[in-house]
């Protein structure tokens, strides 16, 4: 899973993807890992897989617990 804080070299530090509800953790084959956002499926503005770190995002909606 994605840190919030730092990344690796298989999961680069995500920036606001790694709380965000519209994010959808992808695993590959390989084990590298990126977001795909769900956004981007309603709405052209947003990037289907999304250049991380992601620092600014009119779509970002933080997690709460019961997500
Ligand atoms: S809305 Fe923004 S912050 Fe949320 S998953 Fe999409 S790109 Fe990341």
Do not use: W
């Amino acid at each position: 899973m994605f840190s919030a804080k730092e990344g690796n070299k298989n999961s680069p530090y995500p920036g606001l993807c790694a709380d965000c509800v519209h994010a959808r953790i992808i695993k590959s084959d390989r084990g590298s890992m990126f977001v795909q956002c769900q956004l981007s499926f309603t709405d052209a503005r947003f990037e289907k897989y999304p250049r991380l770190p992601v620092v600014t995002c009119t779509g970002y909606a933080r997690k709460t617990c019961k997500e």
